[in-house]
């Protein structure tokens, strides 16, 4: 059976803003922190703040200065979550470059995503498959017992196609 690897991030859209290019896929970082993620084209990260308790984006993983931020305005109204569950919130807000304040963008939202990965199959040696395809039932022209390598190509299709209606 084929291996799999799960790869976990977030994709953040909604921004039309000055900080638009670091709406996109974060993913983390091989050997990061299990609450920091990676733009996947610009030198962007998502980061959870633990002393603000809030996640950030900014071009440094835990800077305490950021471009954004979203955070539950009190325990009330989002209920007290992991830092995991925190990111979906919608109260984004950004910093406006040209008037040095902040201000709030509803548009902004953030969904968790995961990623499968297969590793190779070994796949049979083509004198093995021949064989295998040579034995035939009462000489009917078909295989009498399919070669296992057709069993396995039929669930790395199957985990694919999963996988693929979990990404969109």
């Not at 209920?79 to 406006?96: H, M, S, T, Y």
């Not at 995503?113 to 498959?129: G, H, I, Y």
Request: positive net charge.
């Amino acid at each position: 059976a084929a291996s799999r690897s799960t790869i976990d991030g977030y994709i953040v859209s909604g921004h039309k803003g000055p900080y638009s290019k670091t709406m996109g896929r974060y993913c983390r970082e091989k050997g990061g922190g299990s609450l920091s993620f990676k733009h996947e084209k610009f030198n962007a990260y998502l980061y959870y703040q633990l002393s603000e308790r809030r996640w950030t984006i900014s071009n440094m993983a835990g800077a305490s200065r950021c471009w954004m931020f979203s955070q539950a305005k009190s325990n009330k109204e989002e209920g007290f979550k992991a830092p995991e569950d925190q990111i979906c919130v919608r109260n984004w807000i950004f910093l406006d470059p040209a008037t040095r304040k902040w201000k709030t963008d509803k548009k902004i939202k953030c969904e968790k995503f995961v990623r499968t990965r297969f590793k190779k199959v070994r796949s049979k040696s083509v004198k093995n498959l021949s064989k295998d395809m040579s034995q035939t039932s009462s000489g009917s022209g078909k295989i009498a017992n399919p070669p296992k390598q057709r069993v396995r190509l039929k669930e790395i299709e199957e985990n694919l196609k999963i996988a693929i209606e979990e990404n969109k």
